[in-house]
Every structure is written in structure tokens, then in C-alpha cells.
């Protein structure tokens, strides 16, 4: 409310409701100043706690299951994630498909579908590991099975009533996921 926006933002309003506020953005400026500012993020973005552990242990002790990221992002942001984590995770990767190479983005199954077509490997025997709602709907859109791993800001309800009835395994962090129940080894003992 104005009156809000007053209090916390210093904004003043005339006696005709005029503010002194700049007019808002065109659309199509405020978008791409938005996906600039992500773009500008994209090196300094942190591997999920657990990550780099369990993608080192999954090649090491299952070599012959591929590996692949299925991401949202494009192409460009992909490749300023990939210079702070190509010896730790994409050296590890058979592939990479980015959102700007598929038809409909997440929650449509399309990205998890070309990632496990590029991996000559049926969707059904894919396991997904995703932190986004709409990518844990798209990982099971695509017939995978999906960890999710919610951002720690979730209350408990709702990863109970949003993540919990979706995914097939809901875990803290990677640390946390037990891969025996997929017939993997993920940690080393």
C-alpha cells in the first residue's frame, strides 16, 4: 500500500496522488535487466550441499551409468556455472540440456525427455534430483523418479503437502540421500 511505501521506502505522494517514483519499466526492460542480473550471478552460484560428494562418488563407483544436468538455465548461464564447477561436476557429464533447447520449460516434461534421450536411457530408469516444485512435477511428468531436495526456507507443512506427495524421496540435503534403494552406492564408507 502507499502507505507502506511511504514508511519504508521514503516515498511522498502529492495532495493529487502523484508519487515521487520514477514510472515503472517497460516489460521487456524490466525482463531483461531481471535475466541480466541472474546472468551476472551464475559464476558465484554454490554446488548444492553434498553435490560435488555425491557426483564423484557416482562415477567413481557406478562408471557406467551416465550422468547428465537438466537445467532451466540457458545456454550462457550454464556456461559461467560450468568455469567455477567443471572439475568438480561437469567433467562428470555426459550431457547438459539447457532450457532454451527445449519446446516447453519446467514443469513440462520436455527437458528431463531430451536429457534421457541424449543418454540412450529410458525416463523410466532415470533418477532426478531436483530442488525446484516445478522441476520435481517435471522429472515426474517425464515418468523418472525424483529426489527432491526443497530450499531449507520450506516449513515443514510444506514440504509435507507440496514436495512429500510429489517426490518419491524428499531429503535435507545430498549428505542425506541414501541411493540403496536405487541400487546405488553413493558415499564412501
Same mark, same amino acid.
Given at each position: 500500500?502507499?502507505?507502506?511505501?511511504?514508511?519504508?521506502?521514503?516515498?511522498?505522494?502529492?495532495?493529487?496522488?502523484?508519487? *515521487?517514483?520514477?514510472?515503472?519499466?517497460?516489460? $521487456?526492460?524490466?525482463? @531483461?535487466?531481471?535475466?541480466?542480473?541472474?546472468?551476472?550471478? +551464475?559464476?558465484?552460484?554454490?554446488? +548444492?550441499?553434498? @553435490?560435488?560428494? =555425491?557426483?564423484?562418488?557416482?562415477?567413481?563407483?557406478?562408471? $557406467?551409468?551416465?550422468?547428465?544436468?537438466?537445467? #532451466? #538455465?540457458?545456454? #550462457?548461464?550454464?556456461?559461467?556455472?560450468?568455469?567455477?564447477?567443471?572439475?568438480?561436476?561437469?567433467?562428470?557429464?555426459?550431457?547438459?540440456?539447457?532450457?532454451?533447447?527445449?519446446?516447453?520449460? /519446467?514443469?513440462?516434461? !520436455?527437458?528431463?525427455?531430451?536429457?534421457?534421450?541424449? =543418454?540412450?536411457?529410458?525416463?523410466?530408469?532415470?533418477?532426478?534430483?531436483?530442488?525446484?516444485?516445478?522441476?520435481?512435477? #517435471?522429472?515426474?511428468?517425464?515418468?523418472?523418479?525424483?529426489?527432491?531436495?526443497?530450499? $531449507?526456507?520450506?516449513?515443514?507443512?510444506?514440504?509435507?503437502?507440496?514436495?512429500?506427495?510429489?517426490?518419491?524421496?524428499?531429503?535435507? !540435503?545430498?549428505?542425506?540421500? *541414501?541411493?540403496?534403494?536405487?541400487?546405488?552406492?553413493?558415499?564412501? /564408507?
Amino acid at each position: 500500500t502507499i502507505d507502506y511505501a511511504k514508511e519504508y521506502w521514503g516515498v511522498s505522494v502529492g495532495e493529487d496522488g502523484a508519487s *515521487d517514483l520514477p514510472p515503472p519499466p517497460a516489460i $521487456n526492460d524490466f525482463i @531483461a535487466a531481471w535475466e541480466q542480473h541472474l546472468s551476472d550471478m +551464475c559464476e558465484e552460484i554454490e554446488a +548444492c550441499k553434498g @553435490a560435488v560428494e =555425491l557426483v564423484a562418488n557416482l562415477a567413481k563407483h557406478h562408471p $557406467n551409468i551416465p550422468m547428465a544436468i537438466a537445467t #532451466s #538455465s540457458r545456454e #550462457s548461464g550454464v556456461a559461467k556455472k560450468r568455469k567455477r564447477h567443471e572439475t568438480t561436476i561437469f567433467r562428470h557429464m555426459k550431457t547438459i540440456v539447457t532450457g532454451d533447447v527445449v519446446a516447453h520449460g /519446467k514443469p513440462a516434461p !520436455d527437458i528431463y525427455l531430451e536429457a534421457a534421450k541424449r =543418454l540412450n536411457v529410458d525416463p523410466a530408469k532415470c533418477l532426478v534430483f531436483e530442488d525446484a516444485l516445478s522441476g520435481i512435477r #517435471s522429472g515426474k511428468a517425464a515418468g523418472c523418479y525424483v529426489v527432491a531436495i526443497p530450499d $531449507n526456507r520450506f516449513s515443514k507443512e510444506e514440504l509435507s503437502t507440496k514436495f512429500e506427495p510429489i517426490a518419491d524421496v524428499v531429503v535435507e !540435503d545430498l549428505t542425506k540421500f *541414501d541411493g540403496s534403494r536405487f541400487g546405488l552406492q553413493c558415499m564412501d /564408507k
